[in-house]
């Protein structure tokens, strides 16, 4: 079982930029397919972005569709989330996803492990 971990968030100006990284340790980093959810005080969780076992897909939600983008590293077992021109309704803690179906995938249930979620605030 591969186990994740976040970070990189913080407070951030409206407008602004952050880079949010997931670092896996246990078995091999590239069997998985990666995803990041987030949710928002008093929401479900939900979909952000997912990139496949080789990087060769990656899908994202039309929500943040032309600012986040997601990437991987295999090399460094390490996924990561480019958040650019954020704004306050991205405020949400945002969570690391590991799937065994190394496709992309969007679905919660999908996925066999997550992070504790790191905090990502944008005010206005």
């Known amino acids: 079982q591969v186990q994740v971990a976040e970070s990189g968030g913080g407070l951030v100006q409206a407008g602004g930029e952050l880079r949010l990284s997931c670092t896996a340790s246990?078995?091999?980093?590239?069997?998985?397919?990666m995803g990041w959810f987030r949710q928002a005080p008093g929401k479900g969780r939900e979909f952000v972005a997912a990139i496949s076992w080789s990087g060769g897909r990656t899908y994202t939600a039309d929500s943040v569709k032309g600012r986040f983008t997601i990437s991987r590293d295999n090399a460094k077992n390490t996924v990561y989330l480019q958040m650019n021109s954020l704004k306050p309704e991205d405020t949400a803690v945002y969570y690391c996803?590991?799937?065994?179906?190394?496709?992309?995938?969007?679905?919660?249930?999908?996925?066999?492990?997550w992070g504790q979620g790191t905090q990502v605030t944008v005010s206005s």
């Open positions: 246990g078995r091999s980093f590239g069997d998985y397919a």
């Open positions: 996803a590991a799937s065994s179906w190394r496709i992309v995938v969007v679905t919660i249930s999908e996925y066999d492990a």
